[in-house]
Antibody, heavy 117, light 107 residues
């Protein structure tokens, strides 16, 4: 059974960079899209972006100017970097596997990230 | 962006009830719609994909239907473990978007 696990700081200062990793175990990263999704009580679930196993990526236009998603298949990891964060980026961040059929069939447990000085 | 509007936002029901949730897309998404269940402190769990297909291992009391802009999710006979929040999600166009959720509570 595939498992995904987020890791990274739980507290980030305003204007700094939020960096998270997702480690994938129990399966290959090939032929799937690897996504980041965040959740807040006020905006609900928000798709951040994905990277395909080939390295192609797509980002939510609302975050594109601040966002980088990268992939390291040798480590079975993919990563999120979000620059110039504000309090509005405070959320639970999930990594998830998106099947070619467009559904998120495997999720990490989620990690709370708070932006505060 | 495609807006996904779920109705109702919250719902009270009893064990054994049949429950129905609707999801309306702001434009035609054919059948590119999924449904998820989320319990407090947990990640969403995929229940239905491509509007009407039951994910492996999901009980058959869950079902989905619809196409175009109007979709329905149903639970045939509510069980105690079904009290949760349910979300629809479209993947016809990027960015992928989710409905705002329907909170299903015990009456």
């Amino acid at each position: 059974q595939m498992q995904l696990q987020e890791s990274g700081p739980g507290l980030v200062k305003p204007s700094e960079t939020l960096s998270l990793n997702c480690t994938v175990s129990g399966g290959s990263m090939s032929n799937y899209y690897w996504s980041w999704i965040r959740q807040t009580p006020w905006k609900g679930l928000e798709w951040i972006g994905y990277i395909y196993h080939s390295g192609n990526s797509s980002y939510n236009p609302s975050l594109r100017s601040r966002l980088t998603i990268s992939l390291d298949t040798s480590k079975n990891q993919f990563s999120l970097k979000l620059t110039s964060v504000t309090a509005a980026d405070t959320a639970v961040y999930y990594c998830a596997r998106e099947a070619p059929t467009g559904n998120f069939d495997n999720w990490g447990q989620g990690t709370q990230v708070t932006v505060s000085s | 962006d495609i807006q996904m509007t779920q109705s109702p936002s919250s719902l009270s029901a009893s064990v054994g009830d049949r429950v129905t949730i609707t999801c309306q897309a702001s434009q035609d998404i054919t059948e590119y719609l999924n449904w998820y269940q989320q319990k407090p402190g947990k990640a969403p769990k995929l229940l239905i994909y491509e509007a009407s297909n039951l994910e492996t291992g999901v009980p058959s009391r869950f079902s989905g239907s619809g196409s175009g802009t109007d979709f329905t999710f149903s639970i045939a006979s509510l069980q105690p473990e079904d009290f949760a929040t349910y979300y629809c999600q479209q993947y016809d166009n990027l960015p992928i978007t989710f409905g705002q959720g329907t909170r299903l509570e015990s009456k």
